[in-house]
């Protein structure tokens, strides 16, 4: 059956909400027995002696029709192992819908519901690895992680309210002696609506809300209190060593002393023994009493075991399936091995998803028109109008504390994992152009297959990311960067086109760059040089107007792979920055303290005191020396480095990368990874730096220095002797190398046999005025591509013939690639 969004409405109308849903799973009733004597039925339990360990002489062999389980539980360390090792079905193994699980691809914490990057260390702790928390039902993760103590709740109180027949709930042909998940799905939403848009705070098991499961005991009260009353907290009992070290609380027991020592159960247990029962009693030919009975497979000697791996424990010396070995606590300092892949299909968000037969309200439904029926009338035919809107993806993320703009930390780190932060931040001057501050002065250590979380300079972007950078809008494949190519003269790879005499980068032309400030021409309806913040802020705005058929009209895989096609994003540009044949666009800062339309934070644009001398160069904090220098182009200083923000710059194509990547992976999930290494665009990324995207860098005044500003008197190309890259690092041995995106290949008059003139020593000059560009930002008088050459500029003919049919021929091209 299909589920409607609205039909779910009209539902959660008529019920109640779960702040009064306040039934009790331990009542008795005439409908259901109490739930822990459901669980003794669906696990049969073995005899303990009065310590809790099993009596070995009362044990008999484990066979699907007669096995019996521990009922002295406190570890869940051998979940998912044969019972005669104490522990019980895993949430995987009961096939719990919601469980949005990890996989076992060798990572920390698999077949748990905490995901920690693929190539994450085992010393990570699982509040790194986060579970799955939606805002909106109808993405590829569908609700996301809904614990299992909400499923049990739900299907409890479902029944008890009669929400559904016995004969809606199960479907034996297609899910055996389970609830179908769209039935359950449906009556979590019941007792637990959402509001779109919203992560749902689900209320713990411990409270009338959550359903007041009575084998929680939770440790709220410490170690050394296992009794009652019970004070919220997890359920398991750590030390306070334990607990200050951050790792996972998973590994500690359950209670293990006092009155309720061994009687913690998980709720997916509970769940699964309510789940058995209801079937048995529905379908009792087909449907035992016990789940062992109804899942015979569980005790296949080849069946990839689904516990997941624990950290050294104290008592790992002694017997396996001994009491003593189950009550271990970690040993600190912790010492965790991730383990092997294992090829174990889990209950991941996304396999769920697909299970659920649900309509989004807003999305446009195509029905065929039938003859009316007996029982209906024909209606008159309605005018055509605009398709609905299509809110079917999820709601991108927000930060209340930036206006409730796009939280861009977020989706950049979704894109972009960034190695671990130091324990007080990132370094920092105590000016600029000053000295480190002592407490801030640990740098990042590198992690392979993630980036540099304190960034301050542009110079490694397009190498390992190890080097410290970040990928180039090249390499995120920015279609309207047009970028110089890579022959050596100066701002290769820039937007800023240079002959291979060229000083002042800065005043080297941009492609269409020709109609003053914070303007681009449009030619045959493609853009000139736009920032990236502009294309940003069209998407950001197209997305949140919910536009109608995203996945379909935005994304052609087999012509644009993740990326966002570019007549649709010539469309979108136009749509909302186009003013007859230009793009205007303002900004990307807080025009009297709102943002403008292009609003971006982590440009973190002059910041005061580090840039009240008129120094910095848009987002290039630049020293008053280097920027008296005059010819110095900005982008080869630093971004911030003073204050709380220091390292924090992030570039908008950055930004834009992951949010088109964030976008696609709802439409194409499996064709189009959640990171951007991961994805088609990351593939080979910094591998060679020879063929790299990387810019050839001028000399700095610490060479050795990732904060440091260009050296006074300037001087291009850097001398290679510390970590900048120069032309050997970049070039080779080779006089231009090509370059993997719509490069304006022609705009450089290149003499092979001109020899390639030495390092530039700057010309007297006079200090910019406060009106004229900074950095890469375009202004009016700057040099155009169909302006001719200045007394100013070098004698070199910028335009070769045809250049424009070139530019554009060479992106015709670069859209059917």
Not at 18 to 35: G, K, Q, V, Y
Not at 58 to 72: E, G, H, L
Not at 310 to 317: G, Y
Request: net charge negative; glycine share 6%; aromatic share 10%.
């Amino acid at each position: 059956m299909k589920f409607s969004a609205l039909a779910t409405a009209t539902a959660l109308a008529l019920a109640p909400s779960f702040a009064s849903a306040s039934r009790m799973l331990n009542e008795t009733s005439s409908d259901l027995p109490e739930i822990n004597d459901l669980m003794n039925i669906a696990f049969p339990m073995w005899e303990v002696n009065g310590k809790g360990e099993r009596d070995m002489k009362k044990a008999t062999p484990c066979t699907v029709d007669d096995c019996q389980w521990n009922p002295f539980y406190v570890t869940k360390r051998y979940d998912g192992l044969h019972p005669d090792f104490g522990g019980h079905p895993s949430d995987n193994d009961v096939k719990y819908a919601f469980f949005a699980s990890s996989p076992f691809a060798g990572q920390p914490y698999p077949g748990t519901p905490h995901h920690c990057p693929p190539d994450a260390l085992d010393n990570i702790t699982a509040g790194e690895c986060p579970k799955i928390k939606t805002t909106s039902d109808f993405g590829a993760e569908g609700p996301g992680h809904v614990p299992p103590h909400i499923g049990l709740a739900s299907l409890t109180w479902a029944v008890r309210d009669g929400l559904f027949s016995m004969e809606d709930m199960f479907d034996y042909e297609n899910f055996e002696c389970r609830v179908i998940p769209n039935v359950l799905f449906q009556m979590v939403r019941n007792y637990f609506p959402r509001t779109e848009g919203e992560i749902i705070d689900y209320p713990p098991p411990i409270v009338p809300e959550g359903g007041d499961f009575q084998y929680e005991f939770p440790s709220g009260r410490g170690l050394e209190n296992q009794e009652p009353p019970y004070e919220p907290g997890p359920p398991h009992w750590c030390t306070e060593e334990m607990l200050a070290t951050g790792h996972w609380d998973g590994v500690c027991p359950y209670i293990f002393e006092g009155p309720d020592a061994g009687k913690y159960r998980h709720p997916h247990i509970a769940y699964a023994a309510l789940e058995v029962y209801l079937a048995n009693q529905t379908m009792p030919d087909k449907c035992a009493t016990t789940w062992l009975q109804n899942n015979p497979w569980f005790l296949d000697e080849d069946r990839l075991p689904t516990d997941t791996p624990f950290p050294v424990m104290s008592n790992d010396n002694s017997d396996a399936k001994s009491l003593k070995n189950w009550l271990g606590q970690p040993v600190l300092p912790w010492s965790y091995e991730s383990g092997d892949a294992r090829d174990i299909e889990v209950m991941s968000a996304e396999a769920t998803r697909a299970l659920l037969d649900i309509e989004d309200p807003t999305t446009t439904t195509t029905t065929t028109t039938e003859a009316p029926t007996t029982t209906e009338t024909a209606a008159e035919p309605e005018p055509e109008s605009e398709p609905e809107s299509e809110c079917t993806l999820q709601p991108i993320p927000t930060n209340p504390d930036d206006f409730d703009e796009p939280h861009w930390e977020t989706i950049l780190e979704l894109a972009f994992p960034t190695w671990n932060v130091p324990a007080n931040g990132c370094p920092r001057l105590d000016s600029l152009g000053g000295t480190i501050v002592p407490e801030f002065s640990d740098f990042p250590v590198p992690e392979d297959g993630k980036f540099n979380p304190c960034y301050y300079t542009k110079a490694f972007a397009g190498l390992d990311p190890k080097l410290g950078g970040y990928p180039t809008p090249i390499d995120t494949r920015y279609p309207y960067e047009y970028a110089a190519p890579f022959q050596k003269q100066p701002g290769d790879g820039s937007t800023h086109h240079c002959t291979l005499d060229a000083i002042d980068i800065g005043a080297c032309p941009k492609f269409l760059n020709d109609c003053g400030k914070d303007c681009a021409s449009v030619k045959d309806g493609v853009p000139g040089h736009i920032p990236p913040f502009v294309a940003l802020a069209a998407i950001k705005n197209a997305y949140n107007s919910c536009t109608p058929n995203i996945c379909s009209e935005w994304f052609d895989f087999e012509s644009s792979g993740c990326s966002i096609q570019q007549p649709k994003l010539d469309e979108l540009v136009i749509k909302y920055f186009g003013d007859g044949d230009t793009i205007k666009f303002q900004p990307p800062i807080l025009l009297d303290g709102k943002p403008s339309s292009t609003y971006y934070r982590l440009e973190y644009l002059g910041e005061s005191p580090a840039c009240d001398d008129g120094n910095c160069r848009g987002p290039h904090y630049c020293s008053k020396e280097v920027a008296d220098e005059g010819v110095i182009w900005g982008d080869f200083c630093p971004y911030v480095l003073t204050g709380e923000n220091s390292g924090q710059y992030r570039h908008p194509h950055l930004a834009l990368a992951a949010l088109e990547l964030w976008i696609a992976n709802q439409c194409m999930p499996e064709m189009c990874a959640p990171q951007w290494l991961d994805s088609p665009n990351g593939q080979g990324y910094g591998v060679d730096s020879t063929k790299s995207t990387a810019i050839v860098w001028a000399e700095m005044d610490n060479n050795d220095d990732p904060m440091a500003q260009p050296a006074v008197p300037y001087k291009w190309p850097n001398s290679e002797s510390g970590i900048y890259p120069g032309h050997t690092m970049l070039y080779g041995d080779s006089a231009s190398k090509e370059a993997p995106a719509p490069f304006v290949i022609e705009f450089v008059d290149v003499n092979p046999d001109t020899p390639e003139p030495p390092a530039a020593e700057p010309p007297v000059a006079d200090k910019p005025k406060a009106d004229e560009p900074t950095a890469d930002e375009p202004a009016a008088g700057e040099p155009a591509f169909n302006a001719p050459a200045t007394a100013s500029e070098p004698s070199s003919a910028w335009l070769m013939p045809n250049t424009m049919a070139i530019v554009f021929t060479g992106l015709a091209c670069i859209l059917m690639m």
